[in-house]
C-alpha cells in the first residue's frame, strides 16, 4: 500500500474544510431566511394577500347589492307617510329581537315564538308529505298501470292554489291548526311524488333485467336497485316541497290566525305597524333561504349524476 503524499493529504483537508464552510454558510442563510420570514408582517405574507383577494372578490357584490337595496328603500320611503325606512326598521328590530320570546298572552309573543309555531307546522305537513309522496312516487313509477291510473288525477290537482285548499281543511278538521297543517301536506306533496316517480322510471331497464334473471323479490329490487338510483331525484323533490311548504304557511296562518309568522304578519298589519312587517319579511326570508341551503347540499351530497 502506497502513502499519501503531502500535497494530496495537503488538498484533501482543504477540500474538508471548503465543504464544512459552505454547509455553515448554507446553515445560517436559511435561518436568517426563517428569522425575515417570521418578522414579517402577517397582512404582507402572500397566502394571506391571496386569501384577503379571493374574500374581498366574494363579498364586494353583495355588499354593492346590499348598498343599493338600502338606498333605493331609503328614496322610497321618504316619499311615504307609511313606509318606514331601514334606519327606523333597524331600530325596531333591535327592540324586537331584544326580548323575542316574551308572553303576554296567546295573541301577543315574541317573534320567536311565532317562527317556532310557524316551523313546527311546516316540520309536520312536510314530514306526513314525505311520508305519504315518496312511496306513492316510487308505486308510480314502478308500475305503468298505477302511473296511468292517477297522473291525470295529479295534473288536474297540483296547480290548485294553496289558499283554496284551506277551506277543505277546515270543513274536514274543524280546526285551524290542522286545516294548516293540511294545506301544507297537499301542496308539499306533489314534488316529491313526481320526482320520485321520475327517479324510478330512470332506472335503466338493464338493471331490472338482471333483477328479473336472478328472480330478485320485489324488495330486494327496491333496497338494492330502486332506492340507491332515486335518492338524489328525491331529495330533490324534498328541496322543491319544503320551499313550497315554508311558502304556504305565510298565507295559510294570514287566514287561520293563532300563532305564527304569518299570524303575526296580519296583526301587525291591524296594528299599522310596519316597521314589524319589514322585520318579518326579511325573517321569512332569511329562514327560507337557510331550508334552501340546507336541503340543496343535502341533494348535492347524494348527487352522484354530475360526477
Known amino acids: 500500500m502506497h502513502a499519501l503524499s503531502p500535497k494530496v493529504v495537503a488538498m484533501a ?12 454558510a448554507a446553515q445560517s442563510a436559511t435561518e436568517a431566511a426563517s428569522e425575515r420570514a417570521a418578522f414579517v408582517p402577517l397582512l404582507q405574507r402572500p397566502e394571506v394577500q391571496a386569501w384577503l383577494q ?58 320567536g315564538w311565532n317562527v317556532y309555531n310557524s316551523l313546527k307546522r311546516v316540520a309536520l305537513g312536510f314530514g306526513l308529505a314525505a311520508l305519504a309522496g315518496i312511496p306513492l312516487g316510487f308505486l308510480l313509477g ?24 284551506l ?22 306533496i306533489w314534488p316529491m311524488v313526481m320526482n320520485t316517480a321520475a327517479g324510478v322510471a330512470s332506472v335503466p331497464q338493464d338493471y331490472l333485467n338482471v333483477a328479473r334473471v336472478l328472480k330478485l323479490p320485489e324488495w330486494k329490487v327496491f333496497i338494492r336497485i330502486l332506492l340507491p338510483a332515486t335518492v338524489p331525484y328525491v331529495l ?14 305565510v298565507a295559510s296562518e294570514m287566514l287561520t290566525g293563532g300563532t305564527g309568522i304569518g ?27 337557510l331550508l334552501e341551503t340546507g336541503m340543496s347540499r343535502m341533494a348535492a351530497r347524494f348527487d352522484y349524476r354530475g360526477r
Open 167 to 188: 277551506p277543505i281543511g277546515l270543513a274536514v278538521f274543524k280546526a285551524a291548526d290542522p286545516a294548516a297543517i293540511f294545506v301544507i301536506f297537499i301542496c308539499s
Open 54 to 111: 379571493g374574500a374581498f372578490a366574494r363579498l364586494l357584490p353583495p355588499l354593492l347589492g346590499l348598498v343599493v337595496f338600502a338606498a333605493v328603500w331609503s328614496a322610497v320611503a321618504s316619499g311615504t307617510d307609511y313606509l318606514p325606512g331601514p334606519t327606523k326598521t333597524w331600530e325596531a328590530a333591535k327592540l324586537l329581537f331584544s326580548d323575542p320570546f316574551y308572553r303576554n298572552g296567546p295573541n301577543d309573543q315574541g317573534i
Open 263 to 289: 299570524f303575526w304578519v296580519w296583526d301587525e298589519w291591524n296594528n299599522l305597524n310596519m316597521e314589524h312587517i319589514i322585520i318579518a319579511i326579511f325573517v321569512i326570508g332569511s329562514i327560507g333561504l
Open 236 to 249: 330533490t323533490g324534498a328541496r322543491l316541497a319544503l320551499g313550497i311548504a315554508w311558502l304556504v304557511i
Open 13 to 24: 483537508g482543504y477540500t474538508g474544510d471548503r465543504v464544512r464552510a459552505d454547509t455553515a
Open 142 to 165: 314502478r308500475f305503468l298501470m298505477l302511473s296511468r291510473a292517477f297522473n291525470p288525477i295529479i295534473s288536474l290537482l297540483r296547480p290548485v292554489s294553496p289558499l283554496a285548499w
